[in-house]
């Protein structure tokens, strides 16, 4: 007959005993999937949260006449969100995806202005995109990335501002 401890003292199983413990390991069992995912859901909506970067940045002309900026793509967010350029100068831009896993777009779009720039950065590469915005004005640029029945990158606040001056 089998032994099971309880404190410092061994008892003895009997037929009552081991019932209780095998639905005891059974209901654990039973529970340990489901709990899991639910910490790995808690755990990925605590650090997929907005982290509100704010910044604006003027991009001035180098001595090529072109205007280049860095945009860190990161978890639903761009750093700088704004950009100010003028009008009529290229534009190029470097496009740095800081996540470990989650591929990021940069996509701004507007048909009457001209502008068309769409790019996919893969998770901790980087891409430079070029173009010459002729139009003024302030046009959103965003990631359009959506995982299953989640919200958007979008909609989880990664999107920013081109003010064209």
């Known amino acids: 007959m089998g032994r099971v401890r309880i404190g410092r003292m061994l008892r003895p199983l009997t037929g009552k005993s081991t019932l209780s413990l095998m639905r005891y390991c059974r209901l654990m069992q039973t529970l340990r999937v489901p709990t899991l995912i639910l910490v790995l859901l808690l755990f990925i909506t605590l650090i997929s949260e907005d982290r509100g970067y704010g910044v604006m940045s003027t991009v001035k002309a180098d001595d090529q006449g072109i205007q280049r900026a860095t945009i860190i793509m990161d978890s639903y967010s761009y750093s700088p969100n704004e950009l100010s350029v ?3 100068k290229p534009v190029e831009l470097t496009l740095r995806n800081a996540a470990t896993f989650t591929p990021h777009t940069f996509h701004l779009t507007d048909p009457a202005s001209g502008l068309h720039v769409h790019a996919e950065v893969s998770a901790g590469e980087s891409q430079t995109v070029s173009f010459t915005p002729n139009q003024r004005g302030t046009f959103t640029f965003y ?23």
């Open 86 to 88: 003028e009008a009529g």
């Open 143 to 165: 990631c359009e990335k959506k995982l299953l029945f989640f919200k958007s990158h979008r909609e989880r606040g990664q999107e920013g501002r081109l003010k064209v001056r």
